[in-house]
């Protein structure tokens, strides 16, 4: 039985965007067989979905008429939510780029591009859900035999950290799983969190990222290529661009803590990659407290990336 061909609509006012893209998806061995249809902008894209049905749309951001974005917005509007939208834009300003996370996006990938990182958040997209469904399936079989997702540790649950996780990268093709043993956190350097809140003059938590966490968040956040972050993870360098990625998460998360008390909210006050350990994080961890250790794989990075290690803490 032949593979099923899955569709994709590439939508962009260049005709030579189009047929790059086009060509760079057709050459991809690994993405299968595909039927691709092409739009200018957003309005005729809208057209074309109730006939074409696309399983993946790849999209410019600005284009005359209906941008990217409206776009995308609109198909939410209309039930059309489910399909998957992913952007090719030389759009860079961090207000826009929370607007398409927040708005459910895909993936976004900046122009230029190499033809590599496009094949592997289209293929994350057309197959990452199937590739992983079965892992899906086996967690939440766990979750109706024992609430597993319930921790009793720093965290309300692990559900809500993976949400956060997926607005931030969007992108679903990764394991964040709760760990059975807390991590030892004996290399350096770690991003370190210090979460406050309303009433209290101490910190109230602490959040811990090792560097290859940071290197796969903040990699996978700014669209980078696969070498590039097996680089920093291999190195333990993560650039100041991927340390400003893993902060953001490490901010999000401030929302699935434990809640202090009634009407008190945790906020995170501050975050700095530590080069080597200091003596108050050492009694932190030391010390018996409500705590949630981590773990962090991205199965597209190959077992060569190992596991991130994260780590949030109730002081």
């Known amino acids: 039985m032949s593979e099923e061909s899955r569709r994709v609509l590439i939508v962009d006012d260049s005709r030579a965007i189009q047929a790059i893209i086009r060509r760079i998806l057709q050459d991809g061995r690994e993405l299968g067989p595909l039927q691709i249809q092409t739009a200018s902008d957003g309005a005729e894209a809208l057209e074309r979905m ?69 094949r592997r958040v289209v293929h994350d997209s057309l197959y990452g ?28 649950s692990l559900g809500l950290a993976q949400q956060q996780l997926h607005a931030l990268l969007c992108t679903r093709s990764f394991d964040l799983l709760k760990s059975d043993a807390r991590h030892d956190f004996e290399q350096y350097p770690l991003l370190v969190g210090l979460y406050g809140c309303t009433g209290r003059k101490t910190a109230y938590a602490v959040g811990l990222l090792d560097a290859t966490a940071v290197a796969m968040i903040g ?7 696969k070498q590039e972050i097996l680089k920093a993870i291999q190195a333990r360098q993560p650039s100041a661009r991927m340390v400003e990625e893993a902060s953001r998460y490490l901010r999000s998360m401030a929302a699935v803590l434990h809640k202090p008390g009634a009407g008190s909210e ?9 080069p080597q350990p200091f003596d108050k994080l050492q009694q932190v961890l030391q010390q018996p407290s409500a705590r949630t250790d981590l773990s962090l794989t991205l199965p597209l990075l190959g077992k060569e990336a190992g596991t991130g290690r994260l780590c949030f803490l109730l002081v």
């Open 129 to 156: 859900q199937s590739a992983l469904r079965e892992q899906a399936q086996q967690r939440k079989a766990a979750e109706v035999a024992e609430p597993a997702t319930v921790l009793p540790g720093a965290l309300q």
């Open 266 to 274: 945790a906020q995170l006050g501050s975050t700095r990659l530590a």
């Open 50 to 118: 109730h006939d074409f049905k696309p399983d993946l749309v790849v999209s410019d951001w600005h284009m005359p008429g209906v941008s990217g974005i409206e776009m995308l917005q609109t198909l939410r509007q209309i039930g059309q939510g489910h399909v998957p939208v992913g952007f090719v834009t030389t759009e860079t300003n961090a207000q826009c780029l929370n607007q398409a996370r927040s708005n459910g996006a895909a993936f976004v990938v900046h122009k230029p591009f190499d033809e590599a990182t496009l």
């Open 219 to 225: 990699g996978m956040a700014l669209a980078l290529g």
